[in-house]
């Protein structure tokens, strides 16, 4: 969930017009009663490749207080928007970033290929983002 946009229009994406807004708080709430367990997805959608170390930071740690204070639960999980890893830091700095804040990291699943673009397969740092970009517990 993008916490800063709860209840409120989705303008995050310029490129699709979207007539919807992202699910109110009571919504939310009711879901978690169901059974479903929520992620953090920031607090603005922001491309962590485009942003720097201390927005990355700002969005982990205020997501989730978001989250913790408002629908008090524990997020678990955090899945970058776009699905894009941080360039201003290595992969090992950014997990350990994320491991103060979310025991979990996902990438969204439907940006896979930009997350992965110019990377071989045999690459150490290919490996890498493909241990974490997959969920494997930080």
Same mark, same amino acid.
């Given at each position: 969930?993008?916490?800063?946009?709860?209840?409120?229009?989705?303008?995050?994406?310029?490129?699709?017009?979207?007539?919807?807004?992202?699910?109110?708080?009571?919504?939310?709430?009711?879901?978690?009663?169901?059974?479903?367990?929520?992620?953090?997805?920031?607090?603005?959608?922001?491309?962590? @490749?485009? $942003? *720097?170390?201390? !927005?990355? %930071? /700002?969005?982990?740690?205020?997501?989730? @207080?978001? $989250? *913790?204070?408002? !629908?008090? %639960? /524990?997020?678990?999980?955090?899945?970058?928007?776009?699905?894009?890893?941080?360039?201003?830091?290595?992969?090992?700095?950014?997990?350990?970033?994320?491991?103060?804040?979310?025991?979990?990291?996902?990438?969204?699943?439907?940006?896979?290929?930009?997350?992965f673009h110019g990377l071989k397969n045999n690459d150490k740092e290919y490996r890498k983002l493909l241990w974490l970009v997959n969920g494997i517990k930080v």
């Amino acid at each position: 969930m993008v916490t800063g946009f709860v209840g409120k229009p989705i303008t995050w994406d310029r490129h699709k017009t979207i007539n919807e807004k992202c699910m109110d708080i009571e919504q939310l709430r009711e879901m978690i009663s169901d059974g479903w367990e929520l992620a953090s997805h920031g607090i603005t959608h922001q491309n962590f @490749a485009l $942003i *720097t170390r201390d !927005l990355i %930071v /700002e969005e982990l740690r205020e997501s989730k @207080a978001w $989250i *913790t204070d408002n !629908l008090k %639960v /524990e997020p678990v999980c955090f899945v970058l928007p776009y699905g894009s890893l941080p360039i201003v830091m290595k992969s090992r700095e950014f997990v350990a970033l994320v491991k103060k804040y979310y025991p979990y990291l996902r990438r969204n699943s439907k940006t896979s290929y930009s997350v992965f673009h110019g990377l071989k397969n045999n690459d150490k740092e290919y490996r890498k983002l493909l241990w974490l970009v997959n969920g494997i517990k930080v």
